[in-house]
């Protein structure tokens, strides 16, 4: 009876160890496992929502996108720096088109031969073609003396308003001392024209 009654208390005692096991392993899993689900959640709140801030930039991307540009009052004396550009070459176009041509056809270029002046040992000569804007031409300087003549010919500097020829340098001895005349002629396949004649003194 003494020998049942023990043999029934081990079995009891090993039942309650394995029960005691099992339940320690289970205990910390379940630790273990509230562990990492805290874990993770901390991590996952402090990751930015990239979907609903991506999502918030194309709504508001869109919004504008659809959204029309504000309309401006349109004020008919505006001019837009193209426009204005536009305007005078039309205009200059214009004032071209109503210079008088010569017999050969070509227009006749108004010619105007500046004062010549000294400066120093050189003395400038230069002139100006008042109503034509052109960007290739011949402009002749022909100066003459007692029955001498010599001519220099200088290019065309083109801008907005008219067309200035390179003017003319001459040095101390390029020319004889005396009194000299000179004039411009000036031709083109557009272009002709000839201006007064101007009188200086070479000392």
Not at 92 to 114: D, F, H, M, P, T
Not at 150 to 158: A, E, F, G, M, Q
Request: positive net charge; contains cysteine.
């Amino acid at each position: 009876m003494v020998k049942t009654k023990i043999k029934h208390r081990k079995r009891i005692s090993k039942k309650h160890t394995v029960l005691m096991v099992f339940g320690g392993v289970f205990l910390v899993a379940v630790l273990c496992f509230g562990a990492l689900a805290g874990v993770k959640i901390i991590k996952n709140s402090k990751e930015p929502k990239i979907e609903e801030i991506s999502d918030t930039n194309t709504a508001e991307m869109e919004e504008r996108h659809n959204t029309p540009a504000p309309q401006q009052a349109i004020d008919e004396n505006y001019t837009t720096p193209g426009n204005e550009a536009k305007a005078k070459t039309d205009e200059l176009e214009k004032k071209q088109q109503q210079v008088e041509k010569n017999e050969s056809g070509l227009r006749v270029a108004n010619v105007v031969l500046n004062t010549p002046y000294v400066a120093g040992d050189k003395t400038i000569i230069s002139s100006v073609l008042t109503n034509i804007v052109e960007i290739e031409g011949t402009c002749s300087y022909i100066f003459t003396k007692d029955g001498q003549s010599v001519t220099k010919i200088t290019s065309v500097l083109p801008n907005a308003k008219n067309t200035v020829c390179e003017a003319v340098v001459l040095e101390r001895g390029s020319l004889s001392s005396g009194k000299w005349n000179v004039r411009l002629e000036y031709k083109s396949n557009l272009s002709e024209g000839i201006s007064e004649t101007q009188t200086f003194t070479i000392q």
